[in-house]
């Protein structure tokens, strides 16, 4: 019965370290986009946004938030919920970089009158997002305030660019005369 154990576990083992060194080649660069479903929604986007995200064998991690219409993008990281001061958030809390190119104008669009603004963010699928806009308070620092509860409803996928090696037979010069 030991031996039985001990080639169960080695298969155990054996499987996990499959799992485990294959989580790159399960993990992929997505980009979808949602059209705006809520009065919030619409006052914030416009035509709405669109999210680029990582996805691995059990999570996913936001990267991008971007305008739909216009060419605005906010650079997001993650965080904790003790960055709200008490307050927690209803799906994966990131932070929105205010020193990336639009991070302020998204600040300011999503939590008026706040310096730092954090996301929100249900799962991202084909299924209707919430993203839930919070900001600091300039009246109460120690406490995050809610600004805005947006959902949106899906839209279409975007492939990716492949990070691969260059395809030899395409021709990336431009051929026309001077």
Same mark, same amino acid.
């Given at each position: 019965?030991?031996?039985?154990?001990?080639?169960?576990?080695?298969?155990?083992?054996?499987?996990? @370290?499959?799992? *485990?060194?294959?989580?790159? !080649?399960? $993990?992929?660069?997505?980009?979808?986009?949602?059209? +705006?479903? =809520? &009065?919030?929604?619409?006052?914030?986007?416009?035509?709405?946004?669109?999210?680029?995200?990582?996805?691995?064998?059990? @999570?996913?991690? *936001?990267?991008?938030?971007? !305008?739909? $219409?216009?060419?605005?993008?906010?650079?997001?990281? +993650?965080? =904790? &919920?003790?960055?709200?001061?008490?307050?927690?958030?209803?799906?994966?809390?990131?932070?929105?970089?205010?020193?990336?190119?639009?991070?302020?104008?998204?600040?300011? !669009?999503?939590?008026?009158?706040?310096?730092?603004?954090?996301?929100?963010? =249900?799962?991202?699928?084909?299924?209707?997002?919430?993203?839930?806009?919070?900001?600091?308070?300039?009246?109460?620092?120690?406490?995050?305030?809610?600004?805005?509860?947006?959902?949106?409803?899906?839209?279409?996928?975007?492939?990716?660019?492949?990070?691969?090696?260059?395809?030899?037979?395409?021709?990336?010069?431009?051929?026309?005369?001077?």
């Amino acid at each position: 019965m030991t031996a039985l154990r001990s080639l169960l576990l080695a298969a155990l083992l054996a499987a996990f @370290a499959t799992i *485990v060194s294959g989580g790159a !080649a399960l $993990a992929a660069d997505r980009m979808i986009s949602f059209n +705006p479903a =809520s &009065d919030d929604a619409r006052r914030l986007t416009g035509a709405g946004v669109t999210v680029m995200f990582k996805t691995r064998l059990t @999570a996913q991690r *936001v990267t991008k938030i971007m !305008a739909t $219409a216009v060419p605005a993008t906010a650079e997001l990281s +993650p965080v =904790s &919920d003790r960055v709200l001061g008490g307050r927690k958030a209803p799906g994966q809390l990131y932070a929105i970089d205010p020193q990336a190119d639009q991070g302020p104008a998204y600040v300011r !669009a999503f939590c008026p009158g706040s310096t730092k603004a954090w996301l929100s963010f =249900s799962r991202i699928s084909r299924y209707p997002l919430t993203v839930i806009a919070f900001g600091d308070d300039p009246k109460a620092p120690e406490r995050a305030r809610q600004c805005a509860a947006m959902t949106f409803t899906f839209k279409g996928e975007w492939a990716l660019p492949s990070r691969g090696p260059p395809d030899p037979m395409e021709e990336t010069r431009d051929l026309e005369p001077f």
